[in-house]
Nanobody, 120 residues
Framework: VQLQASGGGLVQAGGSLRLSCAAS????????MAWYRQAPGKARELVAA???????NVAESVKGRLSISRDDVKNMMYFRLNSLKSEDTGVYYC???????????????WGQGTLVTVSS
C-alpha cells in the first residue's frame, strides 16, 4: 500500500492551493483520511481530516479557508486552501487508515510529503 501526495510548490499569498492524495495497492477499505503539515522548526500538526461518511475535522487556523473531500471509488482525497498566508508554508503530508488485503485491521499510512511555500 502506498500514499502519493501531489500538488504544492510555490504559491502567492492570497492565492489558492490544491493538493491531492492517492492510495494504491491491495486495499480493502480506507477509513479516515487526513492532511497534516509541518512548518519549519515546528511539530507536525493536523490540518483537516475526513471520514468515509464525510464528517470533517478542521484546524482553527484554516477554518473558513479550506475544503476537503474524498472519492472512495478512486481512493483519493482532495484539499483546497484559499486566502493563503505565509504561516501556511510547510510540508504537507497525507495520512490514511487503510485495511490492506490480508491484514487483520486498519493501519496508518503516510504519504511522502509535499512542500508548500507561500510567498508574500
Amino acid at each position: 500500500v502506498q500514499l502519493q501526495a501531489s500538488g504544492g510548490g510555490l504559491v502567492q499569498a492570497g492565492g489558492s492551493l490544491r493538493l491531492s492524495c492517492a492510495a494504491s495497492g491491495d486495499i480493502l477499505r480506507v477509513n479516515v483520511m487526513a492532511w497534516y503539515r509541518q512548518a519549519p522548526g515546528k511539530a507536525r500538526e493536523l490540518v483537516a481530516a475526513i471520514t468515509r461518511a464525510g464528517a470533517t475535522n478542521v484546524a482553527e487556523s484554516v477554518k473558513g479557508r479550506l475544503s476537503i473531500s474524498r472519492d472512495d471509488v478512486k481512493n483519493m482525497m482532495y484539499f483546497r486552501l484559499n486566502s493563503l498566508k505565509s504561516e501556511d508554508t510547510g510540508v504537507y503530508y497525507c495520512k490514511a487508515e487503510i485495511w490492506e488485503n490480508g491484514a487483520t485491521g486498519f493501519l496508518d499510512y503516510w504519504g511522502q510529503g509535499t512542500l508548500v511555500t507561500v510567498s508574500s
